[in-house]
Structures are given as C-alpha cells and as structure tokens.
C-alpha cells in the first residue's frame, strides 16, 4: 500500500518542529453498526444530502469478509464515499471508508451512537526539504530501541517514484507508514516532470490499528484521531520527535462483562430485527417503545 519506498543511508536529523497546520485525520475507518443495513445507508444519504444537496446513489458492491452482499454509496460527483457490506452470519452491518471519505463518515457514525471499529487508520501530511529523510532515520531508530520490524522500500533507479517505510508487523494491531506522498500524488495525476519539484518534499506519516477486542473497538468509536498516537510507547516517541507532540498514553482497558449485560447483549442480538421493529411501529418513540416492551414482559409499572 503506498508509493514504492526509498534508501537506507540516511542519518538521524534534528526533531521537527510542530505547525500550526498540523492535522491528524482518519484516512480510512471500517465499523460494524449494530442497525440495519437500511437504516445505515439512510443515515449515510441524509448526512450527504446536508452537505452536497444531493443524496447520493447507490451501487452493488463486492461482498466480502463473509458478507453476503454489499452497496456502494456514490456522493453527487461520482466519488465513492465508502461501502456498506451486510447479510450472512454477522447480523449488523459493516461500513468501510478511506481517503477523503473516512473522516466524514466516521463523523456521521459518531453521531450516531454506538458502532465497533475494526479499523482506524489516522494520517499526518507535511512539507519540507529532508523531512522523508528525516523521518525514516527515526523510524529506523525506533526499530532498533524497541526491537520492532523495519522495511525500507525504493526504486534504485526512479527517484521519483516515491519511497516507503514500514515499521512495526502487519500481523499486530499498530503499524506505522511514512511515505513520499508527494511523489506519489505527482505520478499518479501525471505532473510534468519540470513541476516535480512542487510536490517532492510531501510526506504522509500513516498509523495504522486494528484493536482485537470488542470493548477497544466500541472505545475506539469515541476517540480523537490524533489520541491514537499514545497507543504504544515507540508510536509516542514518533509523534514527540516527528511531530513535537506530547501524545498522552491511552490504554483500552479491558473489564470483564457482567452476566447481567452479557444477558442483555444475547436478547438484542437474538430479537434485534423484532425490537427494531417494535421502535417502528411505536413512532420512533423510546418511552412508547420501553412501556410496550415492559407491558409484553409483565414488568409492573412502579412510576
């Protein structure tokens, strides 16, 4: 993923100083939604309506991750702003974004309650001469003080095709890629090459994670992109010497789940298309809903 990477004899620079414009931003965001695939994809199409005035289309997708079928969401121009997959064994949808998109659909997610992300991907772009070279030499550093994995890619022989680096294992829940951005865009968009020089010093700075346990996922749907650089301690030491940010240490704390929710967390997945249902038919109403639900329960009512 990313440009193809860059060389191996570079040295340690001085750390860079932070800018104002500093921005950290998902740049891709992939969640399940416990709602259904219709409610999600119209939640998806208003937020597009209030932004461009246009809902938006909808498309047949590529199942996959054991879905069984899936609907791509299409803004006015065309742009694919993410995918909804849904059907088979997993009864709540999964939403799947990247790019441009990800920051906007994790914001109409957010505003709507509960969902679990399995993935959350948060990006830093800066400019400047030496700064590729810069950050690979930390990068590098941080492999050898923290024993982690360290991968260097570039073409020898096409400065311009744009270098990457890759620290940490794709195998575990935080990795990190630094990349020419620049190089990559350029290429991509096909700048002439008198005009390379306007995009050579961009680079990207991408962190990728993908917490495991339920709760960190469910913790993950309420937390700020920029948060996520104190997930490690070597992650920490990038962001204070890369960036000169502070990240605080974060910590997913697990806690056992209590019979009495576990009870709860059964019913919803076992009835939740009849409770939604019952949400349905009584208007949309939460006090309507709850006293029809303690009604069929035989609960008393005590107020």
């Known amino acids: 993923m990313g440009p193809r990477p860059s060389n191996t004899g570079v040295y340690p620079c001085g750390p860079v100083t932070e800018s104002p414009t500093l921005l950290h931003r998902w740049d891709w965001y992939r969640a399940s939604v416990p709602a259904s695939p219709q409610l999600v994809l119209l939640a998806i199409q208003k937020a597009l309506e209030a932004r461009d005035g246009v809902k938006g289309t909808l498309t047949p997708g590529r199942p996959r991750y054991s879905f069984k079928q899936a609907e791509i969401v299409s803004c006015a121009s065309g742009h694919r702003v993410c995918e909804v997959l849904y059907g088979g064994q997993n009864p709540n949808p999964c939403v799947d974004a990247s790019g441009e ?41 941080l492999a050898k003080l923290h024993g982690l994995q360290c991968r260097v890619v570039s073409s020898p022989t096409d400065l311009d095709a744009g270098s990457t680096v890759y620290l940490g294992s794709r195998k575990s829940e935080v990795f990190l890629r630094v990349y020419e951005r620049g190089k990559k865009v350029a290429r991509d968009e096909g700048v002439a090459p008198d005009l390379m020089h306007l995009y050579r010093d961009a680079v990207r700075a991408e962190l990728e994670f993908k917490p495991q346990k339920r709760l960190m996922k469910q913790a993950l749907g309420s937390t700020a992109p920029e948060a996520l650089w104190g997930v490690t301690v070597w992650l920490q ?42 949400y349905r038919d009584c208007g ?15 609960i008393p009512d005590h107020s």
């Open 101 to 141: 998109s990800a920051q906007f659909i994790a914001g109409i997610l957010r505003e709507n309650g509960t969902h679990y992300v399995s993935r959350g991907d948060v990006a830093v772009d800066r400019a400047a001469p030496g700064l590729f070279t810069a950050w690979t030499a930390l990068a590098l550093k």
């Open 237 to 278: 030491d990038f962001a204070r010497e890369a960036f000169a940010m502070n990240a605080e240490p974060i910590n997913f704390r697990q806690r056992r789940e209590a019979d009495h929710e576990r009870a709860l967390r059964a019913v919803g997945t076992q009835y939740g298309r009849h409770l939604e249902r019952l």
């Open 284 to 298: 949309y109403d939460d006090a309507q809903s709850f006293r029809t639900l303690r009604d069929y329960a035989g």
